[in-house]
């Protein structure tokens, strides 16, 4: 039996001055209308929520039309987001030259619809990768304020800190949590940087991690998930409960990859190439 609960019944949006003119946010060419945009969303008005949806990697990001529109039949006027295809080796790659473009070309999309937007409340979906990028861009932006934050198959850091922005967001961010979905730790595992929120969860404050039996990584991306779970929430603040309030049992081949994560195995090949230099200068 599901469980349908009203989270902070009388918390209010992250106010927001309006912006005096439609400027590019970089100084470039000014934005007439919320048509300018590359996603061509429709019009809204300060009545309707706002959502920002961006994407993961390996995608030519199909589902966010299908979410847009579900978004829209609800009342929901919901933007894309888009950084074309990255592939599996640049996600990949540790340091931030790749992750870095990315997340600059997300940005400015970001903040070209919440100038646009305003004084609507603006809210994000973000999957995957792009719940990774949209949290580089939260910490490092502190003027940029949102309504409601919902992430799904998240590499996100599970130790991004949401309480050094509390004032930021109309809390919980909620974390989609797929019992299937291994991604989010074997990318924590092979490079540097990402996270296991999307698999174990975050597990800190002003974060509801919420659970889905059977889930795989991009499961939640389609229309019946959008209605039964993230419109009550985008619309009223109803919470409905996941089908697995409990932590699923992963994969027992999954605990290797945290045993021999990426930082065992560059230990133990210092360890193993620098042993016999180190007896050598320390033998003399």
Known sequence: METVRKLNPEAVSVARTPAPARSHPEGGAQLNSIADLPDGAPEQDARHPVVILIHGIRTCSLWQSEIQATLRNGGVVAHLTHYEYFDLLRFLAPGPYFRRRVIEKVKTQI???????????????????????????????????????????????????????????????????GARDVWPAIAEAVTFGYGSAGTYGFRRPFVRDRRHHGFAHSDFLNAGFCRKYWLPWLRGGEYIEGDAPKPARSPRWLYLFVIFNIRTLLAFLLLW???????????G
Not at 132 to 156: K, N, T, W
């Open 111 to 177: 903040r070209h619809i919440v100038q646009d937007s305003a004084p609507a409340p603006v809210s994000v979906i973000a999957h995957s990768f792009g719940a990774y990028v949209f949290a580089q861009i939260f910490r490092e932006c502190p003027d940029l304020a949102f309504d409601r934050i919902i992430f799904c198959g998240s590499v996100a850091p599970s130790s991004f800190r949401l309480e050094d922005h509390e004032t930021r967001f109309n809390a919980p961010l909620i974390n989609e949590i």
């Open 273 to 283: 190439f620098g042993a016999p230099y180190a007896r050598a200068y320390w033998g």
